[in-house]
């Protein structure tokens, strides 16, 4: 009988023991879902940020082509209103030329 009990009671103690590393392991399973819903949520802010950024600097980017292309356009302008003006000389010249 006391051999009985003595089993008995580390049977006890052993299922006492699982059941603290079952516990464990499932503390330890839940710390780590934990800490990689919290990665993922640091990476999706980061991403958002990042898309944030990328349109800030598309709108920068744009605002200076559109810059660029309307000082092209009016130097274009200018060398047209210049090219006009010479001609117009050179025509004055020719009519101004004793024949």
Do not use: H, S, Y
Request: charged share 40%; glycine share 2%.
């Amino acid at each position: 009988m006391k051999r009985t009990l003595i089993i008995a009671t580390l049977a006890a103690f052993a299922l006492v023991g699982c059941d603290q590393q079952k516990q464990a392991i499932e503390q330890n399973k839940d710390a780590q879902q934990k800490a990689i819903e919290q990665r993922k949520d640091a990476v999706d802010a980061q991403t958002r940020e990042a898309k944030k950024q990328a349109e800030r600097d598309a709108e920068v980017e744009k605002a200076r082509l559109e810059a660029n292309r309307d000082a092209t356009k009016a130097q274009l302008e200018a060398d047209k209103k210049k090219a006009e003006a010479q001609a117009e000389l050179e025509k004055k010249k020719v009519e101004e030329t004793p024949k």
